[in-house]
């Protein structure tokens, strides 16, 4: 590289080539051997680096926070779930925070404060947290949360920070698409306010591109290497208990049934559970193998609670299929030939229920029993 190369245009081209070669996740082992889900896996990756300059160079500073939508109608960041909003902001330990938001329509909202990042070697751990079952909220739903570093003792809306504190997440919880696509960004205002930010330096370019690209290529690839971890021992097809040894960064009091779908194009997959142990919210969501739904504006990639048919003695039937079975509760590939698909089940002390899957022709649906 010559010695005068400015170096906003060296780290420019330093992000470009590291786009170039994170191309290469797309071909790791497993990977569907499928012309349109490897474009598929291209365009998932450009959402992970659309999503690191937002989250790392755009809305970066803790002085100025502002909240990002980490999953959008495009946005699909590592199994997104269309029920449900995630709101993150970059904060720092050294100052407090004022956020006001809302959950008006919402089954459940979780605040979380974390130290660390995804892009460091430490790792990410949470602070403290807070949710609507010990939030004072509003008659209208709207509530307010201070985060700082001397909370008030057994005040809920405040939360501790401590003095590596990086970031705020809200994730809030839907039964209906309408209600959740109109959820409103929620604000964060930093005390005391640091006024408008200077014009960008060349150094702050530079480690903004390079913690984009660990955020990028970081998510992607751990996506794709929990891919290749599932135990061989779980049949394609079946969805038993998914093991957390705290590595998925899950709520406590959401648990899962997790497994790996793969369907020929004449196959339909029929999956029976039974959910009368009741949980305050449960879903099924279809992801395909990059860890995104599918365009759920216009397909079914999520089945809840308050979607679901239910059958006479109140199981529930669902029907993966690449078309419309005519059935209730159909969830769509979209043509993805593999993916994985989740049970979660939220805030619940009965026993996660047992699914019951079985892959049989498309058109021996109709006289399935």
């Known amino acids: 590289m010559a010695a005068d190369v400015d170096p906003s245009i060296e780290a420019w081209r330093a992000y470009c080539q590291a786009m170039a070669d994170a ?21 998932a990756l450009s959402r992970f680096f659309v999503f690191g300059l937002e989250n790392c160079l755009e809305r970066a500073d803790p002085q100025r926070p502002e909240f990002v939508d980490v999953q959008t109608t495009i946005r699909k960041y590592m199994g997104d779930n269309p029920d449900q909003t995630y709101f993150s902001a970059s904060i720092s330990g050294d100052r407090s925070y004022r956020i006001n938001a809302t959950m008006a329509g919402a089954v459940a909202v979780e605040i979380g ?8 070697g430490g790792g990410r751990r949470l602070v403290d947290a807070v949710e609507d079952t010990t939030l004072l909220v509003d ?7 201070l985060l700082t570093p001397d909370p008030e003792p057994d005040n809920p809306n405040q939360l501790r920070l401590e003095a590596d504190a990086s970031s705020v997440l809200i994730r809030t919880y ?8 109109a959820h409103p960004r929620p604000t964060i205002e930093a005390i ?31 996506w794709v290497q929990q891919r290749k971890k599932v135990p061989s021992d779980v049949p394609v097809n079946t969805f038993p208990p998914l093991p957390d040894e705290g590595d998925l960064l ?23 559970f039974d959910p009368s ?50 059935m209730p509760n159909w969830l769509d590939t979209a043509g993805h030939p593999q993916g994985s698909l989740s049970l979660r089940w939220f805030r619940s002390d009965a026993p996660l229920p047992v699914a019951d899957a079985r892959v049989i022709p498309f058109d021996q649906l109709p006289t399935v029993e």
Request: aromatic share 8%.
């Open 250 to 272: 899950t709520p406590e009091n959401v648990r899962y049934l997790s497994g790996d779908w793969e369907l020929a194009p004449h196959e339909a997959l029929v999956l029976d």
């Open 139 to 145: 008659p209208d739903g709207s509530y307010e949360l």
């Open 174 to 181: 839907f039964t209906d698409l309408a209600v959740r696509l």
């Open 23 to 43: 191309g290469e996740l797309v071909l790791a082992e497993g990977a569907p051997d499928h012309a349109n889900a490897r474009a598929e896996g291209i365009r």
């Open 113 to 120: 404060v974390y130290a660390g990042s995804f892009a460091s």
């Open 277 to 326: 142990g009741g949980a305050d919210y449960w879903a099924w969501v279809l992801l395909s193998h990059w860890g995104e739904t599918v365009d759920w504006r216009n397909r079914t990639a999520v089945i809840n609670g308050d979607t679901a048919v239910r059958r006479d003695d109140g199981t529930v039937r669902l029907v993966v299929a690449h078309q419309d079975p005519g």
């Open 192 to 222: 005391p306010s640091a006024g408008p930010a200077p014009m960008l330096t060349p150094d702050q370019l530079r480690q903004g591109l390079e913690i984009s690209v660990l955020i990028a290529t970081g998510s992607f690839g751990w």
